[in-house]
């Protein structure tokens, strides 16, 4: 069994403004909204509490806004993804449309959650990024390009230096970011070395048996 990890060292396209420190996961994805089965639908949610009030009324908010509605790179600030560790922030971002996220900085526990996604989480610093977000606001139809590898942002004509942890940006540029298929595309590999160790006494898998 094999399975091919896409390398990650490249994302292009329009940019959709987040400004405000401190946005935690609740905020992201409410957790009334994690009680589901898979991942399928959960992007109509992003930022549910703060796009809608009690009555579902519309707010003023970026993710609500026709002109950001197919950006696909999200400039926000600093400690975003904060709070509670829940997968579910960055399944309901990428499943919105998300694929690559610059900010000032990010929660430890949701970069990593967004690593496992392929979504590179960019750091910059805070003029840096809000002169992004001011530039995304007045040219929402303009290109932002993310050279991962690089760690450079280029829009309007400008080439902006930006971080990327060092561990991520080699697993998304080599393509070692996705762990589950990684494991999968090595199971040959791990048979092997279970059947050399003298403490797994049977490595192959249960088959199941008819007294079961």
């Not at 009334?32 to 992007?43: A, E, S």
């Not at 009324?57 to 829940?86: I, T, W």
């Not at 902006?160 to 970011?177: C, F, H, M, P, S």
Request: aromatic share 8%.
């Amino acid at each position: 069994m094999s399975e091919e990890i896409p390398s990650v060292d490249y994302v292009e396209g329009t940019g959709i403004p987040v400004r405000g420190n401190d946005i935690d996961t609740d905020q992201i994805i409410p957790a009334r909204f994690m009680k589901v089965v898979t991942f399928d639908g959960l992007g109509e949610f992003a930022f549910f509490d703060q796009r809608f009030d009690d009555e579902d009324n519309e707010k003023d908010h970026p993710f609500n806004e026709e002109q950001y509605q197919d950006a696909n790179v999200l400039v926000v600030n600093s400690n975003f993804g904060c709070g509670s560790s829940r997968e579910h922030a960055p399944q309901a971002l990428q499943r919105w449309g998300i694929d690559a996220i610059i900010g000032e900085s990010f929660a430890e526990i949701f970069a990593g959650n967004c690593l496992a996604l392929g979504v590179p989480t960019v750091t910059a610093d805070t003029e840096t990024i809000e002169e992004l977000q001011d530039y995304v606001e007045k040219y929402p139809d303009a290109d932002i390009e993310i050279d991962v590898e690089a760690e450079t942002v280029s829009y309007d004509d400008r080439v902006v230096e930006v971080t990327v942890d060092d561990a991520q940006r080699k697993a998304l540029v080599e393509g070692i970011w996705d762990t589950t298929a990684l494991m999968k595309s090595n199971t040959n590999a791990i048979e092997e070395t279970a059947k050399s160790l003298p403490y797994v006494e049977d490595p192959e898998p249960r088959k199941g048996h008819a007294d079961d």
